[in-house]
Protein backbone atom coordinates (compact mmCIF):
# COMPACT_ATOMS: atom_id res chain seq x y z
CA UNK A 1 0.00 0.00 0.00
CA UNK A 2 1.57 3.17 -1.21
CA UNK A 3 1.11 6.21 1.43
CA UNK A 4 -0.82 8.17 -1.42
CA UNK A 5 -3.81 6.01 -0.69
CA UNK A 6 -3.19 5.69 3.09
CA UNK A 7 -5.78 4.71 5.31
CA UNK A 8 -6.32 4.63 9.18
CA UNK A 9 -3.30 2.66 11.31
CA UNK A 10 -4.46 1.06 14.49
CA UNK A 11 -2.36 1.05 17.50
CA UNK A 12 -2.49 -0.53 21.13
CA UNK A 13 -0.51 -1.64 24.17
CA UNK A 14 0.64 -4.48 24.61
CA UNK A 15 -2.26 -5.60 26.78
CA UNK A 16 -4.66 -4.11 24.15
CA UNK A 17 -6.34 -2.05 27.31
CA UNK A 18 -5.82 1.21 25.20
CA UNK A 19 -5.93 1.23 21.27
CA UNK A 20 -6.71 3.78 19.11
CA UNK A 21 -5.48 4.84 15.61
CA UNK A 22 -3.93 7.46 13.14
CA UNK A 23 -5.94 9.20 11.24
CA UNK A 24 -5.50 8.89 7.51
CA UNK A 25 -4.48 12.06 7.03
CA UNK A 26 -1.59 11.59 9.91
CA UNK A 27 0.01 8.17 7.94
CA UNK A 28 -0.18 10.54 4.70
CA UNK A 29 1.55 13.95 6.31
CA UNK A 30 4.07 11.94 8.59
CA UNK A 31 7.69 10.96 8.38
CA UNK A 32 9.10 7.69 9.59
CA UNK A 33 12.79 8.38 11.45
CA UNK A 34 15.02 6.42 13.23
CA UNK A 35 16.28 8.21 16.38
CA UNK A 36 19.93 7.12 17.57
CA UNK A 37 19.70 9.53 20.43
CA UNK A 38 20.64 8.53 24.12
CA UNK A 39 17.21 9.74 25.24
CA UNK A 40 15.45 7.80 23.38
CA UNK A 41 17.49 4.74 24.39
CA UNK A 42 16.86 5.63 27.79
CA UNK A 43 13.50 5.41 27.41
CA UNK A 44 13.21 2.63 26.08
CA UNK A 45 14.88 0.59 28.42
CA UNK A 46 12.64 2.66 31.19
CA UNK A 47 9.73 1.01 29.98
CA UNK A 48 11.31 -2.61 29.83
CA UNK A 49 11.48 -2.45 26.01
CA UNK A 50 14.17 -4.27 24.17
CA UNK A 51 17.58 -2.59 23.66
CA UNK A 52 17.54 -0.59 20.83
CA UNK A 53 20.67 -0.21 20.05
CA UNK A 54 23.22 -0.56 18.35
CA UNK A 55 19.85 0.46 15.92
CA UNK A 56 17.55 3.21 16.18
CA UNK A 57 13.95 3.78 17.93
CA UNK A 58 11.99 3.35 14.85
CA UNK A 59 9.20 6.94 15.52
CA UNK A 60 6.75 8.34 13.19
CA UNK A 61 6.60 12.32 13.17
CA UNK A 62 3.07 13.31 12.57
CA UNK A 63 0.19 16.01 13.99
CA UNK A 64 -1.66 14.81 17.32
CA UNK A 65 -5.04 15.58 15.97
CA UNK A 66 -4.50 12.43 14.25
CA UNK A 67 -4.00 9.96 17.19
CA UNK A 68 -6.87 9.40 18.06
CA UNK A 69 -7.20 6.95 21.63
CA UNK A 70 -10.83 4.80 20.97
CA UNK A 71 -10.61 2.80 23.86
CA UNK A 72 -8.40 2.58 27.84
CA UNK A 73 -7.46 6.76 27.57
CA UNK A 74 -7.55 6.33 31.29
CA UNK A 75 -4.76 4.28 30.99
CA UNK A 76 -2.72 7.16 29.15
CA UNK A 77 0.14 8.04 31.36
CA UNK A 78 3.69 10.38 30.90
CA UNK A 79 6.57 10.36 32.12
CA UNK A 80 9.79 12.93 31.80
CA UNK A 81 13.93 11.62 32.05
CA UNK A 82 14.02 14.87 33.44
CA UNK A 83 12.59 18.16 34.75
CA UNK A 84 12.80 19.97 30.70
CA UNK A 85 12.93 16.46 29.24
CA UNK A 86 10.27 15.81 26.31
CA UNK A 87 6.68 14.41 27.53
CA UNK A 88 7.00 10.95 26.72
CA UNK A 89 3.65 8.80 26.88
CA UNK A 90 2.53 5.31 27.68
CA UNK A 91 0.13 2.87 29.06
CA UNK A 92 0.36 2.11 32.67
CA UNK A 93 -1.88 -0.72 32.29
CA UNK A 94 1.16 -2.55 30.69
CA UNK A 95 4.19 0.01 30.98
CA UNK A 96 4.01 0.36 26.62
CA UNK A 97 5.79 3.42 25.65
CA UNK A 98 3.05 5.25 22.56
CA UNK A 99 4.59 8.73 21.76
CA UNK A 100 6.87 11.35 23.03
CA UNK A 101 5.62 15.23 22.50
CA UNK A 102 6.93 18.32 23.21
CA UNK A 103 5.54 20.31 26.30
CA UNK A 104 2.91 21.91 24.85
CA UNK A 105 -0.14 21.43 22.74
CA UNK A 106 1.08 25.00 20.90
CA UNK A 107 3.99 22.72 19.40
CA UNK A 108 1.53 20.25 17.70
CA UNK A 109 4.03 17.60 17.46
CA UNK A 110 3.86 13.95 17.98
CA UNK A 111 6.10 10.89 17.62
CA UNK A 112 4.63 7.67 17.82
CA UNK A 113 6.46 4.42 18.76
CA UNK A 114 6.50 2.74 15.28
CA UNK A 115 6.00 -0.92 16.88
CA UNK A 116 2.71 0.38 18.60
CA UNK A 117 1.10 0.15 14.87
CA UNK A 118 -1.17 -2.68 13.65
CA UNK A 119 1.26 -2.58 10.23
CA UNK A 120 4.28 -0.79 10.22
CA UNK A 121 4.97 -1.22 6.50
CA UNK A 122 2.27 0.77 5.43
CA UNK A 123 4.44 3.83 6.70
CA UNK A 124 7.00 2.87 4.10
CA UNK A 125 10.65 3.41 4.50
CA UNK A 126 12.35 5.35 6.76
CA UNK A 127 13.33 8.64 5.34
CA UNK A 128 15.87 10.10 8.32
CA UNK A 129 17.84 9.46 11.08
CA UNK A 130 18.99 11.68 13.70
CA UNK A 131 22.24 11.19 15.96
CA UNK A 132 23.47 8.66 14.69
CA UNK A 133 27.01 7.33 16.34
CA UNK A 134 30.19 7.94 14.41
CA UNK A 135 33.63 6.03 14.84
CA UNK A 136 35.10 9.15 16.53
CA UNK A 137 32.29 9.14 19.23
CA UNK A 138 29.85 12.69 18.12
CA UNK A 139 26.80 12.05 16.59
CA UNK A 140 25.57 13.20 13.19
CA UNK A 141 22.11 12.89 11.28
CA UNK A 142 21.75 11.52 8.35
CA UNK A 143 19.01 12.81 5.77
CA UNK A 144 17.81 15.06 7.92
CA UNK A 145 16.04 17.12 5.65
CA UNK A 146 12.55 15.48 5.35
CA UNK A 147 11.91 15.26 9.12
CA UNK A 148 13.01 18.71 9.59
CA UNK A 149 10.74 20.29 6.98
CA UNK A 150 7.58 17.51 7.73
CA UNK A 151 8.04 18.96 11.55
CA UNK A 152 7.93 22.39 10.54
CA UNK A 153 5.47 22.50 8.38
CA UNK A 154 2.97 20.35 10.25
CA UNK A 155 3.49 22.02 13.07
CA UNK A 156 2.82 25.70 11.29
CA UNK A 157 0.01 23.87 9.36
CA UNK A 158 -1.88 22.92 12.79
CA UNK A 159 -1.58 26.33 14.56
CA UNK A 160 -2.92 28.27 11.44
CA UNK A 161 -6.02 26.03 11.31
CA UNK A 162 -6.38 25.46 15.05
CA UNK A 163 -6.49 21.95 14.98
CA UNK A 164 -3.34 22.05 17.45
CA UNK A 165 -6.62 22.37 20.07
CA UNK A 166 -7.56 18.60 19.41
CA UNK A 167 -5.07 16.54 21.07
CA UNK A 168 -5.82 13.40 23.15
CA UNK A 169 -2.22 14.84 25.28
CA UNK A 170 -3.39 18.05 26.74
CA UNK A 171 -6.17 20.17 28.05
CA UNK A 172 -6.30 23.39 25.51
CA UNK A 173 -7.34 25.78 27.81
CA UNK A 174 -4.68 25.39 30.67
CA UNK A 175 -2.15 24.01 27.96
CA UNK A 176 -1.74 21.70 31.22
CA UNK A 177 -0.83 17.62 30.31
CA UNK A 178 -4.16 15.34 30.97
CA UNK A 179 -1.91 13.49 33.32
CA UNK A 180 0.58 14.71 35.55
CA UNK A 181 4.07 13.71 34.32
CA UNK A 182 6.62 11.59 36.48
CA UNK A 183 9.95 12.95 36.40
CA UNK A 184 12.71 10.64 36.57
CA UNK A 185 15.53 11.61 39.50
CA UNK A 186 18.94 11.95 38.86
CA UNK A 187 19.94 8.37 40.05
CA UNK A 188 17.39 6.52 38.28
CA UNK A 189 17.96 8.63 34.80
CA UNK A 190 22.01 7.44 35.28
CA UNK A 191 20.96 3.96 35.77
CA UNK A 192 19.50 4.13 32.34
CA UNK A 193 22.38 5.90 30.37
CA UNK A 194 24.91 3.01 29.97
Known sequence: ??????????????????????????????????CHCPDCRAAELYFGQPDPAPGPVDIFQTSPDGFVIDRGAEHLALMRLSPKGLFRWYAKCCNTPLATTLDSPKKPFVGVNVRRLADPDALGRTRAYGFVPQPDGSRKHRNIAPAVYGLLTRMLAGRLSGRWRKTPFFDTSTGEPVVKPQVLDKERRAALYR
Open 1 to 34: MGRARATELEFACDCGALAGHLSADAVRAGTRVG
